[in-house]
Nanobody, 127 residues
């Protein structure tokens, strides 16, 4: 397992942008599929984006497709979520997660497929 720490959340007006970062510990970071999830108050945690271990494949929830971009820098043990054209409905605590399995090309979207989680970072989008 890896330890994950998110940063970059904050308050932004609708239409604005934020970039979230997730720093991972451990030498095997590059072997994990990494995902971003979010949880709004009173709602279940939902999938946002995923990137495979070598960064060749990505997949997004329909609600963020075209606005959010997931990327990773394996040399820095960091995964990013660039969020553009933010909407009030994007308000949530955002979590990064590392997959249970390593060196997989599967695009996991279920929280059950991820074994390590960060503490979350709050994103608030005002209208």
């Amino acid at each position: 397992q890896v330890q994950l720490v998110e940063s970059g959340g904050g308050l932004v007006q609708a239409g604005g942008s934020l970039r979230l970062s997730c720093a991972a510990s451990g030498r095997t970071f590059s072997s994990y599929t990494m995902g971003w999830f979010r949880q709004a108050q009173g709602k279940e945690r939902e999938f946002v984006a995923v990137i495979t271990w070598i960064g060749g494949r990505t997949y997004y929830a329909d609600s963020v497709k075209g606005r959010f971009t997931i990327s990773r820098d394996n040399a820095k043990n960091t995964v990013y979520l660039q969020m553009n054209r933010l909407k009030p409905e994007d308000t949530a605590v955002y979590y990064c997660a590392a997959s249970e399995v390593v060196r997989s090309t599967m695009l996991f979207t279920s929280p059950a497929d991820f074994a390590s989680w960060g503490q979350g970072t709050q994103v608030t989008v005002s209208s």
